[in-house]
């Protein structure tokens, strides 16, 4: 969950794992995930398809990804997660 918006688990891992696999673009310059929207991938979940029409995209998928780390959500250990309370 990130403000109003709920998302599924499951696609929240698949956001994190295109995140991950797209932070490096040259291998000299790492792209900061600040600034790195994955709107131009084809694996993206079509859940995600209705924020990358907002201003903040960029940032909504940096926090889902960030609360997607080392299963954080599974055990209910970030505010981010919807159902655990």
Known sequence: ???DLKFSLESVK???ELM???RYINPRM???MASYSPCQEKHLPEEFRPVCKREDA???FRRLS???EDDLCEICANAAC???F
Do not use: E, T
């Open 14 to 16: 698949k956001l994190k």
């Open 82 to 84: 919807a159902g655990c």
């Open 66 to 68: 960030l609360a997607a």
């Open 30 to 32: 790492m792209v900061p």
């Open 1 to 3: 969950q990130d403000g």
């Open 58 to 60: 960029p940032m909504i």
């Open 20 to 22: 991950d696999g797209n």
